[in-house]
């Protein structure tokens, strides 16, 4: 007979599809080989992302499992929107007596999830785990610093996410498992080189636009940032394709209408016309956590627009810049990465972020507690 683990994942926000799209894969593939312990997984989603192409096409396109429920939770301040989900998370936590609830990255999903799991004393595990900006002005960081405060299982990325728990007293429980989104890409790249249509869809050739993502609170809701972004962006002499994330279109409203003819915005991707769209441009601007390691996978050059990152690997590495928002700073940096790019950019940094089996040690590390 094998030992049934009950899994609660709970997701909210489009990267933590992505995230847990790998994870789910691994846990239907152990359960296959192991002859000791059984995942039963229930993903509950929070209804934090809710737009189409912010939640259902990922579900679609990656085959997610359907979610057992959708707490429907929508947009909010961070109390309510917060305070809405830890109440209905704990029921239905405390409904499922699950062995783990299972968190991913640094969303108010996150926290909330974590919050709800601990006070009831079921146990958390934590992916994406460690990481740290040390800006405490970043809801971000807040629900990434109590998650790990209150996870069992700590689930890091990277082993400067290991350092960052030791710097904060969390040794217990650690593990470096590698970077579920790496997973994610190599398994994702091919079926998205074979069915993705979205450079002809939008006339686009190879290595000929710039592609650039903004949703961070900290650039959308402070008018001088964005104005530093928005007017880099417009003196950047190359096409620039923008995916606008629905928080920026909001910000930006009639603005977006002033932008010039060589930004082209059009509405959020799906994952694999993303990975496309990645792979295919010059150089890409991003205040994303999870673009800038796409680039460096697509092996293009990245200039951030923010003023420190929680992957400074890539920073080090020379495959990163990170900017802010200031427009001449902005301009530097593309000036040097339109250079790398013109002369075949390459950034190789070997074994940063794993093998590609991620999602399978992190399935071994809750797989053991069955045993
Ligand atoms: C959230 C995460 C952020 C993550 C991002 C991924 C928090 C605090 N932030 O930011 O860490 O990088 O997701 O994309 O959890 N909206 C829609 N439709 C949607 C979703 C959002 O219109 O489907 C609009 C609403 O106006 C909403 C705003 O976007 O108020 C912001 O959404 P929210 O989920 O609060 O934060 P994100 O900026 O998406
Ligand atoms: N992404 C996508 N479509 C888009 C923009 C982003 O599929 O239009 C993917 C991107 O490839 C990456 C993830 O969404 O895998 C990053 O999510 P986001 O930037 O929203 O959040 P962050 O990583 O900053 O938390």
Same mark, same amino acid.
């Given at each position: 007979m094998k030992k049934i683990l009950k899994i609660v994942t709970v997701v909210g926000a489009r990267p933590q599809f992505i995230k847990a799209a790998a994870v789910s894969r691994a846990f239907a593939e152990f359960n296959k080989q192991s002859d000791d312990v059984c995942f039963e997984e229930q993903i509950v989603h929070t209804g934090q992302h809710y737009d189409e192409n912010m939640s259902k096409v990922f579900f679609d396109q990656l085959k997610? *499992?359907? *979610? %057992? /429920?959708?707490?429907? /939770?929508? %947009?909010?301040s961070h109390g309510r929107q917060s305070g809405l989900m830890l109440e209905k998370i704990e029921s239905i936590l405390l409904e499922n007596k699950p062995d783990w609830t299972l968190i991913y990255g640094d969303t108010n999903s996150t926290l909330a999830a974590a919050l709800a799991a601990v006070k009831i004393h079921i146990p958390v595990a934590h992916v994406e785990s460690g990481l740290r900006s040390f800006n405490r002005r970043m809801p971000e960081e807040i629900n990434r610093v109590v998650a790990d405060h209150i996870s069992e299982k700590l689930l890091c990325p990277t082993d400067t996410a290991v350092e960052n728990l030791a710097n904060e007293g969390i040794t217990k429980g650690v593990h470096q498992v590698g970077d579920v989104m790496y997973d994610s890409v190599l398994f994702n790249m091919t079926l998205a080189e074979q069915s993705s249509t979205i450079m002809d869809q939008l006339g686009l050739k190879e290595k000929s636009f710039y592609l650039a993502t903004i949703h961070r609170a900290e650039n959308t809701d402070d008018k001088d940032r964005m104005d530093g972004i928005l007017n880099a962006l417009s003196q950047i002499d190359m096409p620039i394709l923008l995916p606008i994330h629905p928080r920026t279109k909001n910000t930006l409203g009639a603005e977006i209408d002033k932008l010039g003819s060589r930004i082209k915005i059009i509405d959020p991707v799906s994952y694999l016309d993303m990975l496309i769209l990645e792979k295919n441009s010059r150089v890409i601007l991003t205040d994303s956590g999870g673009v800038q390691k796409e680039a460096y996978w697509a092996n293009v050059p990245c200039v951030t627009l923010r003023d420190e990152t929680e992957w400074t690997e890539l920073v080090t590495a020379g495959c990163n810049r990170v900017v802010g928002s200031d427009t001449s700073a902005i301009m530097d940096a593309v000036e040097k990465a339109e250079n790398e790019a013109a002369q075949g950019f390459a950034c190789d940094v070997s074994d940063l972020y794993g093998d590609g089996h991620s999602a399978d040690k992190i399935a071994t590390v809750l797989g053991e507690q069955g045993d």
């Amino acid at each position: 007979m094998k030992k049934i683990l009950k899994i609660v994942t709970v997701v909210g926000a489009r990267p933590q599809f992505i995230k847990a799209a790998a994870v789910s894969r691994a846990f239907a593939e152990f359960n296959k080989q192991s002859d000791d312990v059984c995942f039963e997984e229930q993903i509950v989603h929070t209804g934090q992302h809710y737009d189409e192409n912010m939640s259902k096409v990922f579900f679609d396109q990656l085959k997610i *499992p359907h *979610p %057992s /429920v959708n707490l429907e /939770v929508g %947009s909010g301040s961070h109390g309510r929107q917060s305070g809405l989900m830890l109440e209905k998370i704990e029921s239905i936590l405390l409904e499922n007596k699950p062995d783990w609830t299972l968190i991913y990255g640094d969303t108010n999903s996150t926290l909330a999830a974590a919050l709800a799991a601990v006070k009831i004393h079921i146990p958390v595990a934590h992916v994406e785990s460690g990481l740290r900006s040390f800006n405490r002005r970043m809801p971000e960081e807040i629900n990434r610093v109590v998650a790990d405060h209150i996870s069992e299982k700590l689930l890091c990325p990277t082993d400067t996410a290991v350092e960052n728990l030791a710097n904060e007293g969390i040794t217990k429980g650690v593990h470096q498992v590698g970077d579920v989104m790496y997973d994610s890409v190599l398994f994702n790249m091919t079926l998205a080189e074979q069915s993705s249509t979205i450079m002809d869809q939008l006339g686009l050739k190879e290595k000929s636009f710039y592609l650039a993502t903004i949703h961070r609170a900290e650039n959308t809701d402070d008018k001088d940032r964005m104005d530093g972004i928005l007017n880099a962006l417009s003196q950047i002499d190359m096409p620039i394709l923008l995916p606008i994330h629905p928080r920026t279109k909001n910000t930006l409203g009639a603005e977006i209408d002033k932008l010039g003819s060589r930004i082209k915005i059009i509405d959020p991707v799906s994952y694999l016309d993303m990975l496309i769209l990645e792979k295919n441009s010059r150089v890409i601007l991003t205040d994303s956590g999870g673009v800038q390691k796409e680039a460096y996978w697509a092996n293009v050059p990245c200039v951030t627009l923010r003023d420190e990152t929680e992957w400074t690997e890539l920073v080090t590495a020379g495959c990163n810049r990170v900017v802010g928002s200031d427009t001449s700073a902005i301009m530097d940096a593309v000036e040097k990465a339109e250079n790398e790019a013109a002369q075949g950019f390459a950034c190789d940094v070997s074994d940063l972020y794993g093998d590609g089996h991620s999602a399978d040690k992190i399935a071994t590390v809750l797989g053991e507690q069955g045993d």
